[in-house]
């Protein structure tokens, strides 16, 4: 017999632009037919709920490891760290808005949980919702789950968001034919089969205890197994990963696809939708795949059925509550659609990511038989930016500009202006690059700059960053060095165009938030002088540790052998992440250096394991440039600055003044010559002892150098370093940039050097992972110069310059 356990309720309240959807079906329906029991079954069933309630529990469980150490016992502590965890599931802040009205809902929750166990938590709705809860209970009644797929490896399957569930509602009570349109269009055409393997019809939903009066009935899809070939270790190795997913099912496309009638469509030239293409957005839109443009008046007003692109929670409940359409959406009510072939559109390979990416889009089919995916401009642009940057991109310019629209500068040239850029030039970046105005930063003294380089001085101040709309812009000071800008030693009124525009095109393609690079906050316009003109500046996140060179040599110095090693390879990993981010992204930094590597604190305060770490972070992005051709065309056919950085950080080829140098391999090589300048500050600081095994491994690796040298080498104990350290440094500094790794594999390698550092036991023989070798990196970095062979003191594997 179990033993009662007194439960400790969790409310879970809806968000309004939950409430408001709910409100449409409401207006929608007959009232006689609601729901009137006041059990509110389906709020079992809803994804937050329990999403929560298993994670608390989990979080809070005294048997925990995660209670018991990662907090320190502190069941406060593990209640922050739940909280961040699922603040940030998807992309940084996706669902603060949400946390934020949760645990404003529970604010003394910690304390009634008391010493109870961890099970007694149970999530219910607020009392406020439960009228919306009935609707919704009358919409599961009606038809039962069709969301509902059972999948094995997802204990979380079988849950439904708001969002979803009256998009499908509205969609089959707005168009009964649909699923048999999708079956006809879609799902059986080639394909889609040559992408996923279709099931018979099937009763939706498992164990359901509903009887649905309309029950939806599927066809269980799945991956499409492809040939089997010859396939090489790491091919088989990706197959078997790739074997999870081809065997879990996927929701049948006709229960969230909608169909749109090709003669309820009215086919537009483009020249009449020069407004809308032309709009605040102005991101390139890929026309290649698309045929045509088509308008569409939807059945019912209201953003419910009206395919609103939905990407996140808050920027979504912005545009419902204010009814303001995405730039781009529509025209005199009707929605603007492209038309692309389906076999043209990447809707069906990317069909799993439909309700975070895609749920702006239709389907038609045409006379003739030809089928069409439908896509809003939002979505074009959205799924653009994602597809050539990334997601979290993307996401950071919706909120921008939402943000502008907030603020009513969405429409305003106000930064156009303020650069002096020429009239015909739309800045990309015009509803992300924020003007900051002087009162909101505190006073500036300017006989006192915090540092200078060849492009002008720099200075502290403090920015009270007012709050925005979106809880992702909270009010907060911000410590910030304000920058000059005077791009090279060109004349002023030239550079500065020139200079803005790449600025322009680097954060856009960026979207302002690059990993590990010093954050930029926008530009201001201060007087330096009394009678002097305004001129503009630069703000940045100020640098809590300074410059990453005076700082090692600082904290290195009383630093045990192996925890120096760490922290050098900590540093490394900081830096490759930087730099391979906005090499993925299409950007090359330009100027890397020491003086371009700043430290930062980074404090946790609900982690005791890891309270407080050291952020190595890249600055100066502003000399980047952005080298996609589709974005650099839109800027400006005139000459970019031709900046190589510091002459000591140049590869050799733009040492040599070759053509067609590839950039990115270029700054791989720079990369190479920091981690030399950074070993460089540990051996100089680093004066403890070698540990003996250690010594002896590196000692018989210069004795096998030596072999047959008239001129010996001796081990330098600074010299001693692990080898795969040594590996990867040595390939990033190959003559040939076509022997040099990426940066995305030099970030690899080098956190799995960070792996074998936490994994090592050195008091033990049979549990160290760490290779140990000699390395004199200033020989490597000369021979990489003249493209000397430098076998003296690297491996072979090394010296061959492959990256594989």
Not at 403 to 419: G, I, P, Q
Not at 506 to 523: D, E, W
Not at 701 to 712: R, S, V, Y
Request: glycine share 6%.
């Amino acid at each position: 017999m179990s033993s009662y356990i007194d439960t400790t309720p969790y409310i879970v309240p809806l968000m309004d632009f939950e409430k408001s959807l709910v409100m449409e079906v409401q207006a929608y329906v007959d009232k006689g037919t609601m729901n009137q029991s006041s059990d509110l079954r389906s709020f079992e069933i809803w994804k937050w709920s329990q999403h929560l309630q298993d994670l608390l529990r989990y979080y809070l469980d005294t048997e925990k490891d995660v209670l018991r150490f990662e907090a320190g016992g502190s069941r406060s502590r593990a209640y922050e760290a739940c909280f961040f965890g699922l603040e940030n599931d998807g992309h940084f802040a996706k669902h603060r808005a949400r946390m934020v009205q949760i645990r404003n809902a529970n604010l003394t929750f910690v304390d009634d949980l008391a010493e109870k166990p961890s099970l007694s938590i149970r999530a219910v709705p607020d009392p406020n919702d439960q009228g919306y809860w009935r609707t919704v209970d009358s919409i599961v009644d009606k038809f039962g789950r069709p969301w509902d797929t059972p999948d094995e490896l997802d204990p979380h399957c079988g849950k439904f968001d708001i969002f979803s569930l009256i998009r499908i509602y509205f969609l089959h009570s707005l168009s009964p034919l649909s699923a048999t349109m999708i079956s006809d269009s879609v799902t059986n055409h080639d394909v889609f089969l040559e992408h996923y393997t279709v099931s018979p019809n099937q009763k939706t939903g498992h164990d359901d205890t509903f009887q649905a009066q309309d029950a939806f009935f599927h066809r269980t899809i799945k991956k499409a197994k492809k040939p089997a070939d010859i396939l090489s270790d790491e091919e088989l190795i990706g197959a078997i990963l790739s074997l999870a997913p081809a065997n879990r099912p996927y929701p049948d496309p006709r229960m969230y696809l909608s169909y749109i009638p090709w003669e309820d469509l009215n086919h537009t030239p483009k020249t009449t939708l020069e407004d809308v293409l032309l709009g605040p957005d102005r991101y390139p839109i890929n026309e290649q795949v698309i045929v045509g443009w088509v308008t569409w008046k939807p059945p019912r007003d209201g953003f419910a059925c009206n395919h609103h692109l939905n990407v996140e929670d808050e920027t979504f409940a912005y545009t419902l509550r204010t009814g303001w359409n995405l730039p781009g959406h529509s025209v005199g009510g009707k929605i603007v659609f492209s038309l692309t072939q389906l076999e043209d559109s990447k809707l069906i390979s990317e069909l799993d990511s439909y309700w975070s990416t895609w749920n702006d889009c239709a389907i038609t089919r045409s006379p003739t038989g030809e089928v069409f995916v439908l896509e809003t401009v939002p979505g074009l642009r959205f799924r653009g930016r994602a597809a050539r940057f990334d997601h979290d991109t993307a996401i950071a310019h919706l909120r921008n500009m939402i943000e502008s629209h907030a603020s009513e500068t969405l429409d305003r040239a106000y930064v156009k202006e303020l650069l002096g850029l020429e009239p015909g030039y739309k800045p990309l970046f015009e509803n992300s690059l924020r003007v900051i105005p002087a009162e909101q930063l505190s006073p500036v003294d300017w006989n006192r700059p915090v540092g200078s380089g060849r492009n002008g001085r720099v200075y502290a101040s403090a920015w009270q960053r007012p709050g925005g709309v979106l809880s992702t812009a909270r009010p907060c000071q911000i410590e910030v060095v304000l920058k000059e800008i005077t791009p090279n030693d060109r004349q002023v009124s030239f550079s500065l165009q020139k200079f803005m525009k790449e600025l322009d095109s680097t954060y856009a393609a960026l979207g302002s938030q690059p990993m590990c690079c010093v954050k930029f906050f926008g530009i201001t316009q201060m007087s330096l002088l009394v009678d002097e003109k305004p001129r503009l500046l630069f703000v940045f996140e100020r640098a809590t540790r300074g410059h990453v060179e005076p700082f090692l040599l600082w904290h290195l110095s009383p630093l045990r052998f192996y925890d120096s090693w760490r922290a050098l390879a900590d540093c490394f990993v900081c830096v490759a992440t930087g730099l391979a981010f906005i090499h993925q992204h299409g950007v090359v930094h330009r100027d890397l250096h020491l003086e371009n590597i700043l430290v930062m604190d980074k404090f946790y305060p609900n982690d005791v394991e890891i309270p407080h770490e050291f952020s190595y972070l890249i600055s100066d992005l502003g000399e980047g440039k952005q080298l996609t051709q589709q974005l650099t065309s839109m800027i400006s056919s005139e000459t970019a600055f031709a900046s190589y950085g510091a002459i000591d950080f140049r590869a050799p080829e733009q040492l040599l003044g070759l053509p067609n140098i590839d950039a990115f391999a270029a700054e791989v090589f720079t990369f190479g010559i920091v981690a030399c300048k950074l070993l460089n500050c540990r051996s100089l600081v680093s004066s403890v002892e070698v540990p003996s095994y250690i010594r002896a491994s590196a000692s018989e690796d210069i004795a096998e150098l030596n072999h047959g040298e008239t001129e010996k080498k001796e081990l330098q104990d600074g010299h001693i370093v692990p080898r795969a350290i040594r590996s990867i440094i040595s390939r990033c500094l190959s003559y040939r940039g076509s022997d040099r790794p990426d940066m995305s594999h030099v970030l690899s390698e080098l956190e799995d050097i960070t792996s074998t550092f936490t994994e090592d036991n050195m008091e033990k023989e049979e549990g160290r992972t760490v290779d140990w070798c000699y390395w004199d990196w200033e020989a490597t970095f000369r021979a990489a110069l003249t493209d000397y062979d430098s076998d003296s003191d690297s491996d072979s594997s090394e010296s061959s310059g492959s990256s594989d």
